[in-house]
Nanobody, 120 residues
Framework: QVQLVESGGGLVQPGGSLRLSCAAS????????MGWYRQAPGKQRDLVAE???????NYADSVKDRFTISRDNAKNTVYLQMNSLKPEDTAVYYC??????????????WGQGTQVTVSS
């Protein structure tokens, strides 16, 4: 069992910055991928950024060069630094942990979500 606790959401003006954090607890492997997804009202939940074992990262095209994902393995925490925020970044952001090794194939956990609102 894995628990994911997110923090750092809020209201920010366009062009501003926010930093999201997600702390994981429970049975975690260094091979697990951790990432952030977001879901705006009436839309599907989409990948924002993900960091995989070895530090490899994936980003949605819409956030490349603005958002940076990082991971502290000692703290089992993943961060999402969001800069140059736009109104279209407004969504509920969800932390995700998924297994990538074959012995963790059934591992897929979600946090409760944190609201990010970009508005003047």
């Amino acid at each position: 069992q894995v628990q994911l606790v997110e923090s750092g959401g809020g209201l920010v003006q366009p062009g501003g910055s926010l930093r999201l954090s997600c702390a994981a607890s429970g049975i975690i492997s260094s091979t697990d991928a951790m990432g952030w997804y977001r879901q705006a009202p009436g839309k599907q939940r989409d990948l924002v950024a993900e960091i995989i074992s070895g530090g490899r990262t994936n980003y949605a095209d819409s956030v490349k060069d603005r958002f940076t994902i990082s991971r502290d393995n000692a703290k089992n925490t993943v961060y999402l630094q969001m800069n140059s925020l736009k109104p279209e970044d407004t969504a509920v952001y969800y932390c995700n942990l998924r297994g990538t090794a074959h012995w963790r194939a059934n591992v897929n956990y979600w946090g409760q979500g944190t609201q990010v609102t970009v508005s003047s």
